[in-house]
């Protein structure tokens, strides 16, 4: 059956007049719906599809915000008249986007003599979903054989190590733990009477799950049972068949990663601009020659488009427009870490069928003691959307509750939530463009990419090797940064020698997390202009008070040290120097 014929089958399935053209293996739908969330099940029903490469869902439904983008393009059109005459640099390589993708690309093209750029249209990196998950660096077991994301989980998961104690970074390999209860079949169970129902949940099903990751190369998994599971979590549920315990799963502040990884790439000769944002593309024929942004043009010879939910309007804009972003929400729950030794693995009960395009959330520990319950996963049309209600809560809540059925949930000090950036294709895309020469997509970057982060790095310099890229090594590339060091981790004797050298870092800001106004003026000499900047390389305000205690102490230090009056200190804002790279300022 011709790719034609099967796009037209899907599609009849829905009682709508869908219109639809195939082009190089993309497919473009047209037409109207009745609500958004046949728009996301028509998209996916077409991503399914064996040989679509992928899917923009041109079709409009019910509340469609036709008049905000119309305005958000009329001002687009604006600031790139007003801005491409205005030519800021030019480039080998000029990388859209501060997420995780994106600084990850930096750092792994800063080893090569190249001219290298980063434009992050917000006031700092990692700020969109980077920031907002539960910085699980995932196995590899999830992901579905044989597609890009199953290959660079994998990969990416075993490079963690070495590329954590080059950066600094806190990372912990405490293993996945996945319970098997008698829920975890429920759905099945009027087929398999009585005891039977316990043997394939607790017998078959589990070894099911190993052969599963197995196959996508993930080492080291095992099946437990009985006084087994409890020695790993002693305060699990009881009710536990059977766990498939899984070594290899690590955890990490992901913010810290994309600052880490920022810093190194910037200290090995790339530029990271904030507050830049792409407006437009200055083309010859099917090439790129520059980036239009709010502070002027960026002249480049290869673009990288790792704009995280922004992707699909990046590449319309470049005029290779092959997929849609449909946002997912997640909302995470975060516990006090008064609570730390609770949980000791990333713990989930495994329910099948999983719920469809995601692994399904947890409770998972941090690696500075809190506890996660989450993420959930909701499509939402708005790719700004952020926000929490309590309905949202009490799913989660009663998701894990019997995970855990003593944990003390009361104990919550914050929740948060993230958009994921899936295509309808539901796999990582990272391909040149198909209708211009010197664009490289970087798409589609959901869970698991922050665990595949390093190895989408590599697999995207190769691609732009690919593309006709020279890559010559830098021989004196440096792979080290020193993080900030923090007075929460220092001995008495350690913490009272600094104290002699410098008195600030006897006056500690922030109490729940013992942040000294040493920490916090070695931030802002890295770059950090606003009080989150400041809270994702301090964790100034992450404790159990939330900040209650200490945000204006450090606002009165920011304006201090920016030389700016307090009214101008705001939580995400700024226009200074980023550790020596253009952020935000006049050139």
């Known amino acids: 059956m011709s790719l034609e014929s099967k796009v037209r089958k899907v599609l009849g399935r829905f009682p709508y007049e869908i219109t639809f ?6 497919v473009f739908l047209d037409g109207e719906v009745e609500a958004y969330e046949e728009w996301v099940e028509i998209g996916l029903a077409v991503g399914s599809i064996k040989g679509v490469e992928g899917v923009v869902n041109r079709i409009k439904w019910k509340d469609y915000p036709e008049e905000e983008l119309r305005r958000k393009e009329e001002l687009r059109r604006k600031l790139y008249e007003e801005n491409k005459g205005r030519i800021i640099g030019e480039y080998d390589v000029v990388i859209i986007g501060g997420g995780v993708a994106g600084t990850a690309i930096a750092r792994e093209l800063s080893k090569y003599r190249l001219k290298v750029a980063l434009l992050e249209k917000a006031t700092d990196v990692s700020v969109g979903a980077s920031k907002a998950n539960n910085g699980m660096i995932h196995p590899g077991v999830a992901p579905k054989r044989g597609t890009l994301k199953a290959k660079l989980n994998v990969r990416g998961n075993a490079m963690y190590d070495e590329l954590a104690r080059d950066l600094g970074v806190k990372f912990k390999r405490v293993g996945s733990l996945w319970l098997i209860t008698p829920r975890t079949l429920q759905k099945y169970r009027r087929y398999l009477p009585g005891p039977f129902y316990k043997f394939v949940s607790a017998y078959i099903f589990p070894y099911l799950v190993k052969l599963k990751g197995m196959l996508n190369g993930v080492k080291g998994i095992r099946i437990i049972r009985g006084e087994g599971i409890w020695k790993l979590e002693p305060k699990a549920t009881r009710e536990a068949w059977a766990a498939v315990y899984v070594p290899s799963t690590g955890i990490l502040d992901p913010y810290d990663l994309v600052v880490a990884l920022a810093e190194n790439a910037i200290a090995n000769g790339v530029e990271i601009h904030l507050e830049t944002e792409v407006v437009g593309f200055i083309r010859e ?16 010879r290869y673009v990288v488009n790792a704009a995280g939910v922004f992707a699909d309007e990046i590449a319309e804009l470049a005029g290779s427009r092959e997929y849609t972003i449909h946002p997912r929400k997640g909302v995470i729950l975060l516990f006090d870490k008064e609570l730390e030794g609770w949980v000791n693995h990333c713990v989930t009960e495994l329910r099948f069928p999983a719920p469809a395009h995601t692994k399904g959330g947890g409770i998972n520990p941090t690696v500075h003691g809190n506890i996660l319950w989450g993420p959930t996963a909701v499509e939402v049309p708005d790719k700004t959307d952020t926000s929490v209600h309590p309905e949202e809560i009490e799913e989660i809540l009663e998701r894990y509750r019997e995970i855990y059925p003593d944990f003390p949930r009361h104990r919550i000090i914050r929740y948060f939530a993230g958009v994921r950036a899936p295509t309808f294709t539901e796999d990582f ?50 792979p080290h940064r020193e993080p900030i060091p923090r007075a929460s981790e220092m001995s008495l004797e350690e913490l009272d020698r600094r104290i002699k050298e410098d008195p600030r870092w006897g006056n500690i800001v922030c109490t729940c997390e013992m942040v000294s106004e040493a920490e916090i003026v070695e931030a802002i000499r890295r770059g950090a202009s606003t009080l989150d900047a400041i809270k ?48 935000g300022e006049e050139p």
């Open 21 to 26: 053209e195939i082009r190089d293996g993309v």
């Open 285 to 300: 024929g099917e090439t790129i020659k520059g980036v239009v942004t709010n502070r002027g043009t960026f002249l480049a």
């Open 429 to 478: 895309i990272i391909r040149p463009a198909k209708w211009v020469k010197n664009l490289l997509h970087v798409a589609g970057i959901q869970s698991p990419g922050l665990a595949s982060a390093p190895a989408i790095a590599e697999y995207a310099v190769e691609q732009l090797r690919s593309m006709g890229l020279i890559l010559e090594p830098k021989p004196d590339f440096n």
């Open 536 to 583: 994702r390389r301090t964790r100034l305000g992450m404790g159990t008070c939330q900040g209650g205690y200490c945000t204006l102490k450090a606002a009165e230090i920011l304006s201090r040290e920016l030389g700016i009056p307090i009214s101008q200190v705001v939580k995400e804002n700024g226009g200074r120097l980023f550790n020596g790279a253009v952020r």
